[in-house]
């Protein structure tokens, strides 16, 4: 099953993991933009952390991911509403496009890590903040699992313009007691890995290629959306609130007002043609144009 985020828990070793394939989602996200392949794949690999994380949280619950940089890519923003529907964008501001292989360090630079949940039972978020480390993607989010959890954990992340996908194993507090070597020995067999393998396989023929000798139990697997719906009417009423006269003199210097949703990925453009329903209409219902 793709689109979704499979638990498991290799019940002989006491180490739990979970395993990640986007593909209809990631694809309807990346034919919304024009990333070059480098920073594509970082955007991906986080995705499909993230996609993890908001599958294990026993509420619904939004999650965001924000990394913020000094390199070409400034600012990455992943987001998954409390009904797992996956949102997601990268601000690259270099010149030309980076190496297809670039790191993650080539590309943030000095940066950080930032985890938001907007718990259900709380009025303020939850905020967790990681500097970056080492100089891929999974170094620092080993890192953050490390210190939101208390436990190892190793992370396995691929990404293109067709798929995303991850694999986690973290070691359970019983885990030496029950098999002293289980967690260096998965951990081993999961380096094998290829990045065409994770991005090939669903759960239950990746688990059974790398694990083929243990005793892995699937729990329910939890599925990931990504759907964007067109909210012209909340674009109309910033527009109102900024003032007839501010609209006009932008409209007068630019021809045109261009508002983006990056994380929908959606453009809504507005000419003098659209000033009489801007300030007259209530509900703002007729369309500008979108793209």
């Given at each position: 099953m793709h689109d979704a985020v499979q638990p498991f828990l290799i019940d002989n070793a006491d180490i739990r993991g979970a395993h990640v394939r986007l593909v209809q989602s990631w694809q309807g996200i990346a034919a919304r933009r024009n990333d070059p392949p480098a920073v594509q794949?970082?955007?991906?690999?986080?995705?499909?952390?993230?996609?993890?994380?908001?599958?294990?949280?026993?509420?619904?619950?939004?999650?965001?991911?924000?990394?913020q940089g000094e390199g070409p890519v400034s600012l990455l923003v992943v987001d998954l509403s409390?009904?797992?529907?996956?949102?997601?964008?990268?601000?690259?501001?270099?010149?030309?496009?980076?190496?297809?292989?670039a790191s993650a360090r080539e590309l943030l630079g000095e940066a950080q890590l930032q985890m938001v949940l907007d718990l259900p039972v709380s009025k303020e978020p939850y905020v967790s903040i990681v500097?970056?480390?080492?100089?891929?993607?999974?170094?620092?989010?080993?890192?953050?699992?490390?210190?939101?959890?208390?436990?190892?954990?190793?992370?396995?992340?691929?990404?293109?313009?067709?798929?995303?996908?991850?694999?986690?194993?973290?070691k359970?507090?019983?885990?030496?007691?029950?098999?002293?070597?289980?967690?260096?020995?998965?951990?081993?067999?999961?380096?094998?890995?290829?990045?065409?393998?994770?991005?090939?396989?669903?759960?239950?023929?990746?688990?059974s290629r790398l694990f083929p000798e243990e005793t892995v139990r699937l729990f329910t697997a939890l599925g990931i959306t990504h759907e964007v719906k067109p909210n012209e009417a909340a674009v109309i009423q910033m527009l109102r609130l900024l003032g007839r006269d501010e609209i006009e003199a932008q409209l007068a210097r630019d021809g045109e007002i261009v508002v983006r949703d990056e994380l929908g990925g959606l453009e809504y453009r507005f000419t003098r043609d659209d000033l009489p329903r801007i300030f007259t209409e209530d509900d703002g219902s007729a369309p500008a144009t979108r793209h």
């Open positions: 794949r970082l955007l991906g690999e986080l995705a499909a952390f993230a996609a993890m994380i908001a599958a294990r949280l026993k509420d619904p619950t939004r999650v965001t991911f924000q990394a409390p009904e797992r529907n996956l949102r997601a964008f990268a601000r690259y501001e270099g010149e030309r496009a980076p190496r297809p292989d500097p970056w480390s080492g100089q891929t993607l999974s170094d620092t989010l080993e890192a953050f699992l490390a210190q939101s959890e208390q436990q190892p954990a190793r992370l396995w992340l691929a990404a293109d313009a067709h798929a995303a996908a991850g694999l986690l194993l973290q359970l507090p019983s885990a030496d007691e029950k098999d002293p070597d289980g967690w260096n020995r998965l951990t081993r067999l999961a380096d094998t890995v290829t990045e065409p393998e994770l991005l090939a396989f669903d759960a239950p023929e990746l688990l």
